[in-house]
């Protein structure tokens, strides 16, 4: 999918936009590449709102979007009580709508897709949102998000849910037409420097703001593939693969041209981000631009984990301890049953028929009341409290807070991962 992306599988429209939204970077180009300094290591894995724009030209429905961040105003179609309880550091956030994305909420709004699916605050929350039609000869959409937990012991990180699909169709991925041609309408919006800029509106500063394709245009594409939409298996390694018997010592990255990529825009006419991104790191290093960036290298940073940077505002006046601790061990959390406690500033109508919704899993269902008090008793039941949760955030490290004012601790720490979660399995077996 890249920075954001449509593809098809067996007839499933699926969608998706990859990093997190809050940022001071929301309006610039893709101009990050390896070796990253403490500026670009924090910038680079933010969305930029061209790929909300992108996305925000596609006129056929979405049945499924992923996201990082959770939509901004989502907890107030779920159980917004329950999850409270849950994660008690949100409530502020929550209380003044500014947990979340505005873009995600914004694209969420647009698309209105059958499905939504997030990660970030590793927390099961689902949630039914209705959208309000803009005519009466309109049906009702309604979207169903679902968050789940992190991948640890005792977590609700995985579900399996069904849904609907062209039987007959093959088991390839395939191209989306309609996202190819908005991607061809677009190209000339690619922008790879870091200065600030708009995407095109209807201002009267523009001569062109509407980047939505024509039929037309959507049966060129499928012309000029032969109507063959099958994404091809070109997978090819750039970097040598993990090997624990012959242990390396950790190494900066190098910027390495993705030669899927270089394909993907050469078979369609479009603009290569990461070889404009290379090129530019050349000619600006010709000038003895980039020497100063490589120098202030930050000697914590790694691209792998962004989130030891203060860049994401969301997690700053609510911190999320879950965020931190990759060995914790995790109670019985389970959000599956939402009620619907509709935020003011969309009130759905329920009494709408919902002839073209899918069938909700009995997981995902929501509920026609809060049911809070049951709730509460199962919660204190597994262990999960107030008191807990105010100690943990008391004890733990933050990791979202840097060492000094610029989030920078000038200790170089290497983590692993699997070792960190499974090293806690006896404590999980003590509990």
Known sequence: LGYAGVVRFRGVRIGGISGIFKSHDYRK??????????????????VRNIEVFKLKQLKHPIDIFMSHDWPRSIYHYGNKK???????????????????????????????????????????????????????????KATKFL??????????????????????AGDSLEYDAEWIAVLKATNSLVNVTQSSWNMPENNGLHAKWDYSVTEEAIKEVLEELNHDLKIPCNFTLTAA??????????????????????????RFGLTDINGRIQQAKEEGSARGEYEDEEEEMDSTGSAEEPSEYNTDNSGLSSINPDE????????????????????PDHPPDYSASFSDIRIMPDSMAVSSDDAMDSTN????????????EEKSLNERPL????????????????????????????????E
Request: glycine residues 4%; aromatic residues 8%.
């Open 147 to 168: 968050a789940l937990d992190k991948c640890l012991p005792h977590r609700d990180f995985l579900q399996i849910i069904d849904v609907e699909h062209d039987p007959s």
């Open 399 to 430: 990791k979202r807070i840097g060492g000094n004012e610029n989030g920078n601790s000038g200790i170089k720490k290497l983590k692993r991962r699997n070792q960190a979660i499974y090293a806690a399995e006896e404590e999980d077996k003590t």
């Open 82 to 140: 329950q999850l409270l309880k849950m994660k008690s550091f949100f409530r502020q956030e929550v209380e003044s709508n500014t947990l979340g994305s505005p873009a995600a909420s914004e694209l969420l709004q647009y698309l209105k897709p059958t499905y939504w699916f997030s990660a970030h605050l590793h927390v099961k929350f689902a949630a039914f949102m209705q959208h309000q039609t803009n005519s009466k000869e309109e049906l009702p």
């Open 29 to 46: 180009g893709h101009f990050e590449c390896p070796p990253y300094n403490q500026q670009t290591i924090r910038s680079a894995y933010h």
């Open 241 to 266: 693969c993990y090997d624990p018997s012959k242990p390396q010592k950790p190494v900066q990255p190098v910027h390495t041209i993705n030669p899927q990529t270089t394909e993907f825009c050469a």
């Open 377 to 388: 008793e199962e919660l204190e039941k597994s262990g999960v409290s107030k008191e807990v």
């Open 324 to 343: 931190i601790m990759l060995d914790e061990e995790g109670g019985d959390e389970d959000l599956s049953t939402c009620s619907v406690d509709p935020s």
